[in-house]
């Protein structure tokens, strides 16, 4: 869920502390580490992989490369930053690696005449998810954060707990345990925005008022 879409939904967070003013400079630096890789089809192990990538524009019709060079400059808006996050989730499906594992164990004692010991069907079962895992391909979804340095709120655009989360975990490393910043949540709902231009709906966004703190993540 994005937030040039004809309708957005987001989640409103505080930040509150801070120990310096903040510079493009220093959030650039900030951000580097924790760009996302380039996208790769096989050969990879993890279940899971979360980075910043460069925003899309107003304009923009399609997703930027990820070779393409870009830094926090380029996601300036009025009234602070705009940051886009991109999830990988791979995932082994529980009943092919089962049939493949006893497959395989099959064959050993056919081959062999004798049984797997427990820690070798522990191996077996972890390379053949290793394996498994590399041919996967990725499953990929993207997260928009509005971030209104003046204000020290956070905008994130996708109404699912669980994007949000990883989405503030990767916050959290990027910048708020570097600057010393607590992200707050307000407790209320995911509040709907309906404008014709990206300046309307950033505007729209200060109307929404706040109630009281639900929780703050360390």
């Given at each position: 869920?994005?937030i040039?879409?004809?309708?957005?939904?987001?989640?409103r967070y505080?930040?509150v502390?801070?120990?310096?003013?903040?510079?493009?400079?220093?959030?650039s630096d900030?951000i580097?580490?924790?760009?996302?890789?380039?996208?790769?089809?096989?050969q990879?192990?993890k279940?899971e992989?979360?980075?910043w990538?460069?925003?899309?524009?107003?304009?923009s019709?399609?997703?930027?490369?990820?070779s393409?060079?870009?830094?926090?400059?380029?996601?300036?808006?009025?009234?602070?930053?705009?940051?886009?996050?991109r999830?990988?989730?791979?995932?082994?499906?529980a009943?092919?690696?089962?049939?493949i594992?006893?497959?395989k164990?099959?064959?050993h004692?056919?081959a062999?005449?004798?049984?797997?010991t427990?820690n070798?069907r522990?191996?077996?079962k972890n390379?053949l998810?290793q394996?498994?895992?590399?041919?996967?391909?990725?499953?990929?979804?993207f997260t928009?954060i509005?971030?209104k340095l003046?204000?020290k709120?956070?905008?994130?655009?996708?109404r699912?707990?669980?994007?949000?989360?990883r989405?503030?975990?990767?916050?959290d490393?990027?910048f708020?345990?570097e600057l010393?910043?607590?992200v707050?949540?307000?407790?209320?709902?995911?509040?709907w925005?309906e404008?014709?231009?990206?300046?309307?709906?950033?505007?729209?966004?200060?109307?929404?008022?706040?109630?009281?703190f639900?929780?703050t993540?360390?």
């Open positions: 869920m994005g040039y879409n004809g309708t957005v939904a987001f989640q505080l930040l502390g801070g120990l310096r003013k903040l510079t493009i400079s220093n959030l900030l580097a580490p924790h760009k996302a890789p380039s996208l790769k089809l096989d990879t192990v279940a992989r979360l980075g990538v460069r925003p899309l524009t107003q304009d019709d399609e997703t930027p490369l990820d393409t060079h870009w830094d926090i400059s380029d996601c300036v808006v009025e009234g602070g930053v705009l940051l886009r996050a999830a990988e989730r791979r995932k082994v499906p009943t092919l690696l089962q049939m594992f006893r497959q164990i099959a064959e004692h056919q062999s005449g004798k049984q797997l427990r070798e522990q191996a077996l390379d998810t394996e498994l895992m590399r041919r996967s391909l990725p499953q990929v979804s928009d509005l971030w003046e204000d709120e956070l905008y994130i655009f996708n699912s707990k669980t994007a949000c989360e989405v503030l975990q990767l916050f490393e990027t708020a345990k010393k910043l607590d707050v949540k307000f407790s209320a709902t995911s509040a925005v404008a014709t231009d990206i300046d309307a709906r950033f505007n729209l966004l200060t109307k929404v008022e706040p109630t009281v639900a929780r993540l360390s």
